[in-house]
T-cell receptor, first 115, second 112 residues
Framework: AQSVTQLGSHVSVSEGALVLLRCNYS??????LFWYVQYPNQGLQLLLK??????LVKGINGFEAEFKKSETSFHLTKPSAHMSDAAEYFC?????????????FGQGTELSVKP | ETGVTQSPTHLIKTRGQQVTLRCSSQ?????VSWYQQALGQGPQFIFQ???????GRGNFPPRFSGLQFPNYSSELNVNALELDDSALYLC???????????FGSGTQLSVL
């Protein structure tokens, strides 16, 4: 069975500081991995995805994530936080055989950005 | 190109009632997935519809059912509502075989 664990339900950083949101996955098959962002009262928006091409994946809004098979991790980073980055972030995994749509999400990490 | 739209945005029901939530998929998408997001939790997969057929189901009881129509819009029906059904219900559309989902803003269901 696949699962995702996000370490830290809440992360707070200062504007301009590094953002690091942690995600570890468990999968018996090569996974697809995703990061989604959710702003208040909105649906989820895809930030980036890993589907077995490059292990360092660049996404929107300056975010990137690195797939590390040896550590079963897919941490999300951004070099310099902006106030507009404050939101809930979800890591998700899917089975490649599922052909999309059936994602298993982590519990989420709320990112706060202090001025 | 229109995005994924869900209706209604908010709904209040009492325990034991039935509810229908609606979703219009993004233009060109033939697959709709439904998720339940309880407060403070990540979304949980309910089921997926592909070309009007159910194409996978999560760990939800049979009182959660769905439909997909020829125009690929979809409905989620929940019978015999329970207090724990209170949640944000998210619909996501995609092209069949594509892992990229486009989410609607959700329907916030409160069961009293």
């Amino acid at each position: 069975a696949q699962s995702v664990t996000q370490l830290g339900s809440h992360v707070s950083v200062s504007e301009g500081a590094l953002v690091l949101l942690r995600c570890n996955y468990s999968s018996s098959v090569p996974p697809y991995l995703f990061w989604y962002v959710q702003y208040p009262n909105q649906g989820l928006q895809l930030l980036l995805k890993y589907t077995s091409a490059a292990t360092l994946v660049k996404g929107i809004n300056g975010f990137e994530a690195e797939f590390k098979k040896s550590e079963t991790s897919f941490h999300l980073t951004k070099p310099s936080a902006h106030m507009s980055d404050a939101a809930e972030y979800f890591c998700a995994v899917s089975d490649r055989a599922n052909q999309g749509g059936k994602l298993i999400f982590g519990q989420g990490t709320e990112l706060s950005v202090k001025p | 190109e229109t995005g994924v739209t869900q209706s209604p945005t908010h709904l209040i029901k009492t325990r034991g009632q039935q509810v229908t939530l609606r979703c219009s998929s993004q233009s060109g998408h033939n697959t709709v997935s439904w998720y339940q997001q309880a407060l403070g939790q990540g979304p949980q997969f309910i089921f997926q519809y592909y070309r009007e057929e159910e194409n996978g189901r999560g760990n939800f009881p049979p009182r959660f059912s769905g439909l997909q129509f020829p125009n690929y819009s979809s409905e989620l029906n929940v019978n015999a509502l329970e207090l724990d059904d209170s949640a944000l219900y998210l619909c996501a559309s995609s092209r069949g075989g594509d892992e990229k989902l486009f989410f609607g803003s959700g329907t916030q269901l409160s069961v009293l």
